[in-house]
């Protein structure tokens, strides 16, 4: 329900407050006075589209804000999803810079204008002169039909459905792609699998077999100079250890004299621990090298066939050719079972069509099951309207599957005795459309839980006896509902539990629309205006009294 609605500098608008009943408002005023602007500004909130073209002044910022309570309409899931806060009031905001640049929030947290319109089909149904248009189209229709079936529940298995179906034909149908180049592939995928394969390629074994390439090919030199350094190391008259032990020998009797020196004894027996270790693996190193030219003609000859595959696959390392090996083999393992995937998607396919199908006839027939009473309810609203030679027909083909579902419905409408029932965007004048789009506003209104309904001139073309019927009408609607009502008749506009007067102010630089709350008095003197005209006589004001009291 809109508690408040503020506009500021929007089209003739300067400044614009009002705060609406949560029963019946109406809005009257003289032509071209700002009523329909006022809409315009509301279809800001509900995310239309806006442009500099909708400022007053050019230099400054346009803003339109509405504060909606929310609380019993069921919106929780919706702020969950889009991340926003919840609570009983809702803040909508919609500003338009100077620059063009529009930006939109809901509880000042900005917001996409494709967010404003899912939560605005929450909110408000505002009926304009576009709907006349939007009546005849068949999706719209189709949502009438839904909401008044209870359809919720049995369209979002469908859809779900629909949704599994076409991702199994979209899977199966890639698969069938990917087969095709798959199979040209498939015999030189085989062949580069095969010629790595049959390296039998180890992890890390590169920079192994490199090292010991390097060793064997330089094994006669390495064990020369191992020998030699050995010799200078252990050489039992003039080896370095030899003279190294007699050193240690006197750093021992130096730090039995003084304890300064037992520091330099220490570290000196480290170093010779070192020494004497390295000679150590040194005599091991010897004895583990070997000359053995076989040996490194099998690793040179590895090595040729490993950078041979690098280079031909533009690859640096061992790792990097596995790594392709398992793609190779992935795709060819592919390859292979390739009829049996296509058979089980197929399968999975045709599985999820007959759900679909099964789903979409449970639809069908929800929709369809209620024709009837939504025809009865329509031609009984349309009589009481003065229509009395009113037929309306509901009309099913099927079609293909679509998200929507696999029905083509037309409502079928004629207003006049003898003539059949045609599509409604074929027949029907505007005061027909009218009332015809008023009478199913009125039966959808508890169907689709809207907290406001918007009703702009929805009057058009009817009068007298019709004219208090169709404000009863909108009565009915308003014990449950918010109804705004932009009205041209007198005898409508006296029947709002609020009426706003929307009218021209000429004492600016700019003509500008204001709107004003009327008391009791006022209204009279507005509803007399509406019946006589500017210079409404006593009998007019007297009229105009009994229409406000009855």
């Known amino acids: 329900m809109l508690k408040s609605l503020n506009i500021s500098n929007y089209a003739l608008i300067k400044n614009l407050e009002m705060k609406p009943s949560q029963s019946l408002n109406m809005v009257t005023g003289e032509t071209g006075a700002g009523k329909s602007i006022m809409l315009g500004a509301v279809g800001l909130l509900l995310g239309n589209r806006a ?29 969950q999803e889009e991340d926003l806060d919840f609570d009983s009031e809702c803040i909508i905001r919609r500003e338009i810079s100077p620059n063009g640049k529009s930006r939109a929030f809901i509880n000042d947290t900005p917001v996409r204008l494709e967010t404003l319109k899912d939560l605005g089909k929450s909110l408000m149904d505002i009926h304009s002169q576009h709907d006349n248009l939007t009546l005849g189209e068949g999706g719209y229709q189709l949502s009438l039909i839904d909401a008044f079936s209870k359809s919720k529940n049995e369209k979002a298995q469908y859809e779900d459905a629909f949704k599994n179906w076409q991702k199994a034909n979209s899977a199966y149908a890639k698969l069938q792609h990917e087969a095709l180049e798959l199979k040209k592939e498939a015999d030189f995928n085989k062949f580069q699998l095969e010629e790595i394969s049959s390296l039998q390629l180890q992890e890390g074994e590169q920079p192994e077999l490199e090292s010991e390439q390097e060793i064997l090919e330089n094994a006669e030199e390495i064990k020369s100079k191992i020998q030699e350094t050995l010799v200078q190391l252990q050489d ?109 998607l197929d399968a999975a396919r045709k599985d999820a069509e007959k759900e679909m199908l099964q789903k979409g006839k449970i639809l069908t027939q929800k929709r369809t099951s209620v024709f009837k009473e939504f025809s009865d309810q329509l031609m009984k609203l349309l009589h009481q309207l003065g229509m009395e030679n009113a037929k309306v027909e509901c009309t099913h083909a099927a079609i293909l599957p679509s998200k929507t579902g696999m029905d083509q419905i037309d409502i079928l409408f004629s207003a006049n005795k003898g003539i059949s029932p045609q599509p409604l965007k074929q027949v029907a004048s505007g005061g027909e459309f009218s009332r015809l789009i008023f009478a199913v506003k009125y039966i959808m209104a508890d169907k689709m839980a809207l907290p406001t309904l918007i009703f702009d001139e929805i009057d058009t073309g009817v009068s ?61 003197t507005e509803i007399a205006k509406m019946i006589a005209g500017a210079n409404p006589s006593e009998s007019a004001y007297t009229s105009a009294r009994e229409l406000l009291n009855h």
């Open 51 to 79: 442009d500099t073209k909708s400022l007053l002044d050019p230099e400054k910022k346009c803003v339109v804000e509405g504060t909606f309570s929310i609380q019993n309409y069921g919106l929780e899931h919706f702020f």
């Open 236 to 344: 039992e008259e003039f080896g370095s250890l030899k003279l190294l032990a007699l050193a240690n020998q006197n750093l021992q009797q130096l730090s039995r004299l003084a304890h300064k020196f037992e520091g330099y004894k220490e570290r000196f027996q480290s170093v010779l621990i070192e020494i004497k270790d390295i000679a150590a693996s040194l005599e091991d190193e010897d004895s583990n090298i070997e000359v053995d030219f076989e040996k490194l003609e099998e690793i040179r000859e590895r090595l040729s066939k490993i950078y041979h595959l690098q280079q031909k696959h533009g690859l640096e390392s061992v790792e990097s050719l596995m790594d392709l090996e398992r793609e190779l083999a992935d795709k060819v393992f592919q390859v292979e079972n390739l009829d049996e995937e296509l058979e089980r």
């Open 464 to 524: 007298g006896e019709i004219a208090l019927q169709l404000v009863k009408m909108m009565q009915d609607i308003a014990k449950n509902h918010q109804v705004i009502c932009i009205s041209h008749l007198p005898q409508v506009a006296a029947k709002g539990k609020q009426h706003y007067f929307v009218y021209k102010d000429n004492t600016e630089e700019k003509t500008i629309s204001k709107i004003k709350l009327l008391n009791t008095e006022e209204r009279v």
